[in-house]
């Protein structure tokens, strides 16, 4: 909710977009990384040990997509009281952030509304992040492995690899 005070929205519009993703290991902290662009220009990276050990895949994703969209969220409300408005934005009803990651399971329960979750200790990340999507604050979408952006920032790349995702764009 926004406040009723905040600044009316003026100039161009700028769209927000992430990329997340989760270095999952047996018996070992997974690594949460994550990139939030707005229009094409990174202004938010993020790569930290999870305070949990996951059993699986599914777990630790999810885990990643909530601390990738609790940013989201801090990002699109400042943007908002600087006076930005995002793409969509008419009298407060912004247009979603794109979140891409590269797990399909996590992407299919995000979509589907019968979707059940049967890990109890992941239930808060995965309810606050299906109240997001529902909420309309977020998107997620499937971007393949080799596609996504964040994978820098849960394990080490080959340079060819490094080379392929971010070409020209660092130098």
């Not at 902290?29 to 996951?54: D, L, M, R």
């Not at 990643?64 to 408005?85: D, H, S």
């Amino acid at each position: 909710m926004m406040p009723h005070r905040m600044p009316k929205p003026r100039g161009r519009t700028v769209i927000t977009t992430a990329y997340v993703d989760a270095s999952f290991g047996p018996n070992k902290k997974t690594h949460t990384g994550f990139i939030i662009f707005v229009n094409q220009a990174p202004i938010k990276w993020y790569s930290k040990k999870q305070q949990t050990i996951e059993s699986i895949a599914f777990s630790a994703q999810y885990i990643a997509l909530k601390t990738c969209v609790e940013e989201i969220e801090y990002v699109r409300f400042k943007l908002r009281m600087f006076g930005i408005p995002l793409v969509g934005d008419h009298e407060n009803n912004d247009h979603a952030t794109n979140i891409y990651c590269d797990n399909e399971a996590v992407v299919k329960n995000n979509t589907n509304v019968e979707s059940i979750l049967s890990e109890k200790h992941s239930s808060c990340a995965y309810n606050f992040t299906r109240w997001q999507v529902a909420a309309g604050v977020v998107t997620i979408g499937w971007v393949p492995t080799k596609d996504n952006l964040s994978d820098p920032f849960t394990k080490k790349l080959a340079e060819y690899k490094r080379d392929y995702l971010f070409g020209d764009w660092t130098c």
